[in-house]
């Protein structure tokens, strides 16, 4: 059984600190890693895809991969409470056809 | 930009009836997901369709099936409902290896 794993939280950090929300997964021939954020009730937004290993900036997000470690993070910069969701880690199975395997969510709450 | 879109947002049935629900993902994606989503859990994956046709499978019940018709819409069937398939039920689709989630539509079975 393929497995994504994430610390459910709750992570609290104050407004303006650096989330960091961490993701490990089982399957090494992985090739395709994505974060999405969800708020209660609402549907997952798609944040970031990495592919490779390193950092991948996009605004105040960076996903960090590491194939070997089989980790991946995202780090959310100047968070803000409008930051405060479920952040969803998905890894592409690579045994199927492009299907996604979701961690369980970590929760941020940043607070004023 | 054009986004996915499911209906009904929201749908009420009770034990052992049928529901339909329907996805219409975003133009020119060829693969269309279903996912289901307990309280409190993360999205499982059900099914999956490229170019109209079946394929993946996940954990998806036999009372359950789906299609994707010609124009690319999806609907996903469900029959002889119980009340743990109460869940948030979300269509996306993908043009390539990024996807992108419908805004859900929330089944409730009393």
């Known amino acids: 059984q393929k497995e994504v794993e994430q610390n459910s939280g709750p992570l609290s950090v104050p407004e303006g600190a650096i989330a960091s929300l961490n993701c490990t997964y089982s399957?090494?021939?992985?090739?395709?890693f994505f974060w999405y954020r969800q708020y209660s009730g609402k549907s997952p937004e798609l944040i970031m895809s990495?592919?490779?290993?390193g950092d991948k900036e996009d605004g105040r997000f960076t996903a960090q991969l590491n194939k070997a470690s089989q980790y991946v993070s995202l780090l959310i910069r100047d968070s803000q409470p409008s930051d405060s969701a479920t952040y969803l880690c998905a890894v592409k199975d690579s045994g199927g056809y492009n299907k996604l395997i979701f961690g369980a969510g970590t929760r941020l709450a940043v607070h004023p | 930009a054009a986004g996915v879109i499911q209906s009904p947002r929201h749908l009420i049935k009770e034990k052992r009836e049928t529901a339909t629900l329907k996805c219409y993902p975003i133009?020119?994606?060829?693969?269309v997901y279903w996912y289901q989503q307990g309280p409190g859990q993360d999205p499982q994956f059900l099914i999956s369709?490229?170019?109209?046709?079946?394929?993946d499978k996940g954990s998806i019940p036999d009372r359950f099936s789906a299609q994707q018709f010609s124009d690319y819409h999806s609907e996903l069937n469900m029959s002889s409902l119980e009340l743990g398939d109460s869940a948030l039920y979300f269509c996306?689709?993908?043009?390539?290896?990024?996807?992108?989630f419908g805004p859900g539509t929330r089944l409730t079975v009393l």
């Open positions: 399957d090494r021939v992985s090739q395709s």
């Open positions: 369709f490229y170019e109209k046709m079946q394929s």
């Open positions: 133009p020119r994606h060829d693969t």
């Open positions: 996306a689709s993908s043009q390539g290896n990024e996807q992108f």
């Open positions: 990495i592919y490779s290993n």
